[in-house]
């Protein structure tokens, strides 16, 4: 899967799961559900896309895929590569930004590390119930970081605010929530623009808080716990991956009111039924390869010790001349032929021949090869007249020779455009100007399956 399919798919699953999580579990009392669920729904959103297409086992796919050709109503090849020009422009803008932005989080999430260290050098280190416990007066609000606990020096030990706010942090570090928002922080850091990211680690920070505070009210009292709590309801506090009793204070002390319960066994059941659906609907959808779904003609049989070819029956018309009789004789014959999925070096268009390095020529012949595509076809008026668009995929060969051969449609949409396409790749045979550089296997001329797309699109 290239870059590009696996953002597209990652930005879906990761937006689907973020509005059923809205949906269905936003600010219930199920709150270890909840918090599982965001963690789940981050990490499935990673794996996912790089899972294969099991379900479609049944279908054929064929080897090189190119880039696909976008045929407007006057299509002409100088403003479609000063299109792809502007694309690659965009794409370096564009990557540029999200280096940016990503550089911001790092340095953000870094520096707050920095600065929760910082507060250990002049504090006052104690163990109370085998915790790490620093206090000082440089701390104004008590904050818990990575199984330490970090309080004011104005707390006196032994008084009940104290054993409060005390337990309050130990619960943190028993839950071990510093290690799932330090998760979150860092998927932020390489995906920070997509808004379900910042809406989960929120989410999952007020889970965590609403967690800790359902365990203290329950032992103190939910009038005495919430007072605790007012009492730094204006005091901010900045660090990231600190777990603080200052934050979100509003939303704690309604939920230790409010009478909602928790999610019933069928709703949960029924919203994870909905979640994998999604994921399947979106996961089939959004797969980089297009499946053949036309069975394979009987003159092709994929090779039993070899899934990188396939042996096809090609027709050839061979021409003969004898030079007692001074006349030319025309023979069709039918032969056998091995095809590659994934050679060892690809076909190369002509019109590179002038760069030694293989990667830079691969780039140039396909260039050279979608400019000749742009050039040489045009939007059917059948099509054009009707108002319809749609996308011709044409299947071919480039045999040991360098010839095109055996075009079949693969993707049809009608209206004079599969005609157009066809016509493409026997013009292409036709022309002696142009013939490929053979692909090759042990460095062996060898035949290779490709699969052009063409979209026609009105303009």
């Not at 050709?69 to 990557?95: D, F, N, Y």
């Not at 440089?138 to 104290?162: C, M, N, R, T, W």
């Not at 007072?227 to 934050?247: D, E, H, Q, V």
């Not at 409010?258 to 399947?280: F, N, Q």
Request: proline fraction near 3%; charged fraction near 20%.
């Amino acid at each position: 899967m290239n870059g590009l399919a696996f953002l597209l798919e990652f930005s879906l699953l990761l937006g689907f799961f973020a509005c059923i999580f809205r949906l269905v579990y936003h600010g219930k009392k199920d709150f270890k559900f909840g918090r599982a669920c965001i963690i789940n729904s981050v990490l499935a959103s990673l794996i996912i896309p790089m899972l294969p297409d099991f379900w479609a086992s049944g279908m054929i796919f064929y080897g090189v895929v190119l880039e696909t050709v976008t045929i407007g109503v006057e299509s002409v090849a100088s403003e479609q590569v000063g299109a792809e020009v502007l694309v690659s422009r965009w794409k370096m803008l564009v990557a540029i930004l999200w280096l940016i932005g990503s550089l911001y989080y790092l340095v953000q999430l870094i520096g707050s590390i920095i600065a929760i260290n910082r507060k250990k050098l002049n504090a006052k280190r104690c163990i109370i119930a085998d915790v790490p416990v620093y206090s000082s007066q440089d701390i104004q609000v008590p904050f818990s970081y990575a199984g330490e606990i970090f309080l004011p020096s104005h707390l006196k030990l032994g008084s009940d605010v104290y054993q409060t706010i005390f337990d309050h942090e130990k619960a943190h570090i028993q839950l071990h929530h510093t290690r799932d928002k330090l998760g979150l922080l860092l998927m932020r850091i390489c995906f920070w623009w997509h808004p379900a990211i910042h809406y989960f680690l929120n989410q999952l920070n007020l889970i965590h808080e609403y967690q800790v505070d359902q365990k203290i009210a329950q032992k103190n009292g939910v009038k005495a716990y919430a007072s605790l709590l007012n009492a730094y309801k204006n005091r901010s506090f900045n660090m990231l991956p600190a777990n603080t009793i200052s934050s979100q204070i509003k939303q704690r002390i309604t939920m230790m009111y409010s009478m909602d319960s928790a999610l019933s066994t069928p709703i949960k059941v029924l919203s994870l039924v909905a979640l994998v659906l999604g994921s399947v609907l979106i996961h089939s959808c959004t797969s980089e390869v297009t499946a053949v779904n036309e069975k394979e003609e009987q003159t092709t049989t994929m090779n039993k010790d070899s899934e990188n070819s396939y042996n096809t029956i090609i027709t050839d018309t061979i021409v003969t001349f004898d030079l007692d009789t001074k006349t030319e004789k025309v023979s069709i014959v039918n032969q056998e032929k091995t095809v590659y999925l994934e050679p060892q070096t690809l076909p190369l268009f002509p019109g590179c021949e002038h760069i030694s390095d293989y990667n830079a020529r691969l780039e140039c012949s396909n260039q050279k090869l979608l400019t000749y595509v742009y050039t040489n076809i045009k939007y059917p008026k059948e099509a054009k007249e009707s108002g319809v668009e749609g996308m011709v995929v044409v299947e071919f060969i480039v045999d040991e020779k360098g010839y095109a051969l055996k075009e079949k449609i693969v993707k049809s949409v009608g209206y004079g455009m599969d005609k157009e396409v066809l016509d493409l790749i026997k013009e292409m045979r036709e022309d002696d100007s142009i013939r490929f550089q053979p692909g090759t296997v042990d460095d062996k001329p060898v035949s290779v399956a490709y699969k052009l797309p063409v979209k026609f699109k009105l303009e």
